[in-house]
């Protein structure tokens, strides 16, 4: 089974721009489609970016054009590039790896984002 750690959330200015992290251990990612998922307080989790299969790429529409999703297998991590973000973008980033095809599934703990001046 994978395990998922997050890195990389902090405190950011409006207009700015943050890259976080996703470590994997325990199994290999290529295996598994892999995305990032927000959850700011009082509202339903939700999904902002999924890769998948041959690089396809997938993004939220509150994502897209201020979020990049790619992945490095070799060293098994996932990352999250965020530009241009806003004080509704602040929340909890969670990292999320999937086995392709099955419902054996992963989550991180997350890493806090804020985005305040």
């Known amino acids: 089974q994978v395990q998922l750690v997050e890195s990389g959330g902090g405190l950011v200015q409006p207009g700015g721009s943050l890259k976080l992290s996703c470590a994997a251990s325990g199994d290999s990612l290529d295996r598994y489609e892999v995305g990032w998922f927000r959850r700011i307080p009082g509202k339903e989790r939700e999904r902002i970016a999924t890769l998948m299969t041959f690089h396809f790429e997938h993004y939220a529409q509150v994502a897209k054009g201020r979020a990049t999703i790619s992945r490095d297998n070799a060293k098994n991590m996932v990352f999250l590039q965020r530009n241009n973000l806003g004080p509704e973008d602040s929340a909890i980033y969670y990292c999320?790896?999937?086995?392709?095809?099955?419902?054996?599934?992963?989550w991180g703990r997350g890493t806090q984002v804020t985005v305040s001046s």
């Open positions: 999320h790896a999937r086995v392709v095809d099955t419902s054996v599934d992963c």
